[in-house]
């Protein structure tokens, strides 16, 4: 069974972070975008650390490994601070629902960064179809026109997607840190971090204080990015990126974009073409066909995704969180220990049923 805390981080991780998309688009007409970001996360990390300073032992909230300070830089820096800047900035250009569908390319990077990061390996030919449909498919989210190249439209969208770059790759690098923090007090500190590196770019484009519009509105949307879709979320985001891994972590974006449709729908009055919903669709399809489990013939196994697929790294969600809680499932090896085979990449391998 998929256990009880991991499917209540993965919905949490969906739906929070498809607020994201909706506050802020509320948002950024009461505050520059930069400056947006920032305060969002000096009130996150005061909300956090107050949170693990109650919760946390003196000695569980001080780094002392080079992984735990490398977790806290790739947090901060990357999966927070950039992807969050790069999405606020892009965010006053589109719709709520066409910025959630390109940040759900999300689930397409995380492999390719993976697969140069946490193993030596090459992106097999398969692996590189499913990105490049990916890329097709925000494509055809952007649709731009040959004419309008320079539009704002077009130039939201490519900061978009280069905030989904930065948000798969600092998951990828929080992994590889291999940190000791668990993930609540490592976000704590990425925070501080986050605040710093935005608050550096706020006033590097010329932002200020005095051209926020305070009122009710611009209140709840800085309340809702930075308690709902920041200190909870990143605890259910991060703590699902140690569990069960930054690829299956990850598919949760595939959920915020209907999230962030909705909401826009029903909140902002907003509109979704025919064709970003198109596009949304062949953006699944490339992840799809770097998941797919259909790996079993001999030529496939030594592919990058069916050595993903069998060291556990990329499987069904059923299995990501078969664990109750997320842990990881303890090892499968037999009493004369011979490693017991995914019977999915190898049905002839040992253990696996003999076929009537």
Same mark, same amino acid.
């Given at each position: 069974?998929?256990?009880?805390?991991?499917?209540?981080?993965?919905?949490?991780?969906?739906?929070?972070?498809?607020?994201?998309?909706?506050?802020?688009?509320?948002?950024?007409?009461?505050?520059?975008?930069?400056?947006?970001?920032?305060?969002?996360?000096?009130?996150?990390?005061?909300?956090?650390?107050?949170?693990?300073?109650?919760?946390?032992?003196?000695?569980?909230?001080?780094?002392?490994?080079?992984?735990?300070?490398?977790?806290?830089?790739?947090?901060?820096?990357?999966?927070?601070?950039?992807?969050?800047?790069?999405?606020?900035?892009?965010?006053?250009?589109?719709?709520?629902?066409?910025?959630?569908?390109?940040?759900?390319?999300?689930?397409?990077?995380?492999?390719?960064? @993976? *697969? /140069?990061?946490?193993?030596? %390996?090459? =992106?097999? !030919?398969? &692996?590189? #179809?499913?990105?490049?449909? +990916?890329? $097709?498919?925000?494509?055809?989210?952007?649709?731009?026109?040959?004419?309008?190249?320079?539009?704002?439209?077009?130039?939201?969208?490519?900061?978009?997607?280069?905030?989904?770059?930065?948000?798969?790759?600092?998951?990828?690098?929080?992994?590889?840190?291999?940190?000791?923090?668990?993930?609540?007090?490592?976000?704590?500190?990425?925070?501080?971090?986050?605040?710093?590196?935005?608050?550096?770019?706020?006033?590097?484009?010329?932002?200020?204080? @005095? *051209? /926020?519009?305070?009122?009710? %509105?611009? =209140?709840? !949307?800085? &309340?809702? #990015?930075?308690?709902?879709? +920041?200190? $909870?979320?990143?605890?259910?985001?991060?703590?699902?990126?140690?569990?069960?891994?930054?690829?299956?972590?990850?598919?949760?974006?595939?959920?915020?974009?209907?999230?962030?449709?909705?909401?826009?729908?029903?909140?902002?009055?907003?509109?979704?073409?025919?064709?970003?919903?198109?596009?949304?669709?062949?953006?699944?399809?490339?992840?799809?066909?770097?998941?797919?489990?259909?790996?079993?013939?001999?030529?496939?196994?030594?592919?990058?995704?069916?050595?993903?697929?069998?060291?556990?790294?990329?499987?069904?969600?059923?299995?990501?969180?078969?664990?109750?809680? +997320?842990?990881?499932?303890?090892?499968?090896?037999?009493?004369?220990?011979?490693?017991?085979?995914?019977?999915?990449?190898?049905?002839?391998?040992?253990?696996?049923?003999?076929?009537?």
């Amino acid at each position: 069974m998929i256990g009880r805390r991991t499917v209540a981080a993965f919905l949490a991780t969906s739906v929070l972070f498809g607020g994201t998309f909706v506050a802020a688009k509320a948002g950024l007409a009461h505050f520059p975008p930069l400056l947006f970001v920032a305060l969002r996360f000096d009130v996150a990390a005061v909300a956090l650390f107050a949170f693990v300073a109650l919760t946390r032992s003196r000695e569980q909230l001080v780094p002392r490994t080079r992984g735990d300070l490398g977790g806290i830089v790739a947090t901060g820096l990357f999966a927070i601070g950039l992807t969050n800047a790069l999405l606020f900035v892009g965010q006053q250009y589109v719709t709520s629902g066409v910025g959630a569908i390109i940040a759900s390319l999300n689930p397409i990077l995380t492999p390719v960064f @993976a *697969a /140069v990061l946490l193993a030596d %390996e090459r =992106l097999s !030919a398969r &692996g590189a #179809v499913g990105m490049a449909l +990916g890329l $097709l498919g925000v494509g055809l989210v952007a649709s731009p026109d040959p004419a309008a190249l320079l539009s704002g439209g077009v130039f939201g969208e490519a900061v978009l997607l280069v905030s989904a770059v930065c948000g798969a790759l600092g998951s990828v690098l929080i992994r590889r840190a291999d940190a000791d923090l668990d993930s609540t007090v490592r976000v704590a500190w990425g925070l501080p971090l986050a605040a710093l590196v935005t608050h550096a770019l706020s006033l590097g484009a010329g932002e200020s204080v @005095a *051209a /926020v519009s305070w009122n009710a %509105e611009a =209140l709840l !949307a800085l &309340g809702y #990015v930075a308690v709902f879709a +920041g200190a $909870l979320a990143y605890i259910a985001y991060f703590g699902l990126i140690d569990s069960v891994g930054a690829i299956r972590a990850n598919l949760a974006f595939y959920v915020v974009p209907l999230v962030a449709t909705l909401g826009g729908w029903a909140l902002l009055g907003e509109t979704i073409s025919g064709l970003a919903v198109a596009g949304f669709l062949v953006v699944f399809a490339g992840f799809a066909v770097i998941g797919s489990e259909s790996f079993a013939r001999p030529g496939l196994r030594d592919t990058l995704p069916g050595r993903l697929l069998a060291s556990e790294s990329l499987r069904s969600l059923d299995d990501a969180y078969a664990t109750d809680g +997320g842990t990881d499932a303890p090892d499968d090896r037999s009493a004369t220990d011979h490693p017991v085979s995914d019977c999915r990449i190898d049905p002839d391998g040992p253990g696996c049923p003999a076929d009537d």
